[in-house]
């Protein structure tokens, strides 16, 4: 152990203790989890961040959204507003959060997005609002134990699987391994595809030490799209890049993007960054240093719903601002699995709820 980690440890025994403690008063029944009639998902994960719980709630939208009436509700992480909102035109970044933001705008014709701290106050708030609603996908609410899901979702990264993870704040863990229990499936995201026959088996059997018997174990990996112009659809991307982001991990995407393309300089902030003048001016600084490849600029579907404001794109006139879509592949077969299960949860729960 090293010695930072050895400092840390005492810390992280007393937060293992208060989210055991916790969980403790869930499971026994001391604190109460609400149900609801109408069919509710959580995608959630044991870390902090950085899993791809997004891009994972689009990838059931993409696949769902035309045979059921979904809704999405998070905590809306980053925004400056409080308490149940639901998204409409006149929703940004700063009232529902940039995730939900970026679900909105992809989704908003045939999903209901809302955002709210107490899930269990918001649900029925949700159904007032919209409707009839078939079932209701909840973003990062893992930990949220006031609800009770019909169905968990639990995401973990190949790069850092919960298996071999430490609590805050030796690791990045916000409760124990062991609570991966609860979890009705485990998508373990970010993966090369297809995994060796060898390296699937030893990711499966580590997580299979701490979730229920039967629970199945999925590979997903991301895919990216064409890059397209944030202001101009038409324009193609150059050979020399600024990558600018404000995500967990951008190692993957720089890594993606090095395959074609000449990253000259990196601009990492902070998860759920809120752009400010000055960011956008050292952001200029940083092209005008590279004048002479002629670079652009190019950053995620999250980050770019923040940049949309006209004042601080203004900033940015005169340089050229790609977006990059991302979405998640599902290993060969696990698609289809994954799918039906989800389905059939949706199915039976409505079913007993109208019998």
Known sequence: MRLSELLLFPFACMYGAATAFRNRMFDL???????????????????VGGTGKTPFIEYLLRHLASDYRLAV??????????????????????????????????????????????RVLAVPMLLASCGPIDAILLDDAYQ??????????????????????????????????????RADIVVVTKCTLPL??????RYRQSIQRYVREGVPIYFSGLSYGKPYGLRHEKETLPRYLILVTGIVDHVPLLDELSKNHTVLEVMAFSDHHRYSMNDLRAIKQTCA????????????????????????????????????????????????????????MI??????SEA
């Open 196 to 201: 060796p026959a060898e390296e699937e088996k």
């Open 29 to 47: 029944g001391m604190k109460k989890s609400q149900a609801f009639d109408v069919p509710t998902l959580v995608v959630g994960n044991l870390a």
């Open 289 to 344: 240093k590279h004048q002479k490849y002629e670079p652009a600029l190019l950053t995620t579907e999250k980050d770019a719903v923040k940049l949309k404001d006209e004042a601080l794109l203004s900033v940015l006139a005169d340089l050229p601002v790609f977006v990059l879509p991302v979405a998640v592949t599902m290993a060969s077969g696990d698609s289809q699995q994954l799918l039906q299960q989800v389905k059939r």
């Open 73 to 118: 509700l998070s905590r809306g992480y980053g925004r400056k507003t409080r308490g149940f909102l639901l998204a409409d035109d006149t929703s940004g970044p700063a009232e529902i959060g940039d995730e939900s933001f970026q679900i909105y705008q992809k989704f908003k014709e045939k999903v209901s997005v809302a955002v709210g701290e107490e």
């Open 347 to 352: 199915t039976d729960k409505r079913y007993t």
């Open 144 to 181: 949220h134990r006031y609800l009770e899901p019909d169905l968990r979702v639990l995401l973990t990264t190949h790069s850092r699987p919960f298996f071999s993870d430490k609590l805050l704040p030796q690791g990045r863990l916000r409760e124990s391994r062991k609570n991966a229990a």
